[in-house]
C-alpha cells in the first residue's frame, strides 16, 4: 500500500507543481528583521535571485587540487633519500592524519561540495561554516491536525513484565506535529573539519478529538542527540559522499511506569547527494541498559534506516526505510513517505503515510498503518 502511494505522489507531482502558483518574491527589507544568520543570509538570496552554488565545479575544482598535490607529492617521493624503515612509518602515519588545516592543502580541497544539498544543511566545506550556536533546521517541522490510525494500539506492552498492561481509550483520529532543530557547538576541531552539532526533536500525538477524556496528550518521544561530524569528498556510482557523521542518540517518552520508553543508541550517518537528491544511511548500536523498557525494540524498529530525499518542482520528498537486518520472526520495519508542496511564501502543505512498527515509542512492537495531512514550515532542505 505504501509503495503504491509513494508511486502516486510522484507521479502527480510534476502535475501539481504546475497547477502550483509561485510563491512571491521576497522583499530585501524582509530580511533584516530575520535574526537567525544562516536563515538571514538564505533570505537575502531568495530576494536578490542569487543562483544556487554549483557543487559540481567545486568537485572539479577540489579534483583538479587533489591531482596537483598529488603530482609534488610523488615528486618529493622521489627526490627524497632513502630513509629507514621506523622514520618511513612515521611519514606515513603522519601523512594519513594530515587536516586540512595544515599549510599543504589547497583550500579547493576543503571546499570540494560547496552548495550541494548536504553541505546547506550541515555546513561541510570550509566556506560554508557560519560559526556557532545558530539554530539551524534539522527534520521537517510539521503539524498535522488530522492523523489517522488504523489498528491502533489500545493495549501497549507495560514496561516491566510483573505490571498489567493499562488499556487505552484511543480516536482513530488525532493531530501529530514535530518539532527539530539542531546547532554546532564545536566548529573545526581538526584543522578545517569536524565539527560537534547537538540536535534535538520532538513529535507528539495528540487526542485533540476525544472530548470525553479531556484531549490528553497520548504520546510525546523525546529525542537529544550529538554528532560529530565530518566532511568528506567521494564517488560511489554517480552519488558524492559528503559526510560521516558519528554520535550518541538518546530517545524516550517521558512517561513513568508501566508505559515508561527509553533507549540510547550509537549512530553512524552517511550522506550522500546528487543534483536535486540526498540519501541519509544510519545504521546504530543499541546502549544495552540496566532495565530494558523494550525488550527485543531492534527487532522492531530495527537496527538502521535509510532515507531518501527529492526535491522537484518546489516539491520535496522523503522516504524513509528502517529494517531489523533479521530474517524470520524478527524480520521487521517500517516505511514513512513525507511529502512537503508549497502553499505560500512561508507554509508548505504536508501529507505523511506510514506502515510498519515503531510510529512511536510506546507502539514500538505493535503494527500500524497511518496518513497525515497538514503544514509544515520546514522540510529537509
Known sequence: MLLLLSLAVVALAPHAAIAQAQPPAVLPEACTAVEIDAERLACYDEAFDRGALDPGAADAAAGTARQAQEAIAEVEKNERPEVAPRERAARAVSDL???????????????????????????????????LFNFRAYKPVYLLPAFWTANRNELPRPSRPDTPAEPQSLRSVEAKFQLSFKTKAVENLFGDNGDVWMGYTQSSRWQAYSAEESRPFRESNYEPEVLLVFRNSYSLGGWRGRMLAAGINHQSNGRDDPLSRSWNRVMVNVGLDRDNWALMLRPW?????????????????????????????????????????????????????????PLNATLRGHVQVFDGYGESLVDYDHRTWSVGLGISLLEWF
Do not use: C
Open 97 to 131: 592524519f594530515r587536516i586540512d588545516g595544515s599549510t599543504s592543502l589547497d583550500p579547493r580541497i576543503a571546499n570540494a561540495g560547496k552548495g550541494s544539498l548536504l553541505d546547506t544543511r550541515w555546513e561541510l566545506a570550509r566556506d560554508s561554516k557560519l560559526g
Open 285 to 341: 548500536w543499541r546502549i544495552a541498559d540496566s532495565q530494558d523498557e523494550n525488550p527485543g525494540i531492534e527487532n522492531y524498529v530495527g537496527r538502521g534506516d535509510a532515507t531518501l530525499i527529492h526535491q522537484l518542482n518546489g516539491h520535496e520528498f522523503a522516504l524513509m526505510a528502517r529494517h531489523s537486518l533479521r530474517g524470520g520472526d524478527d524480520s521487521r520495519g517500517a516505511m514513512q513517505l513525507d511529502w512537503g508542496f
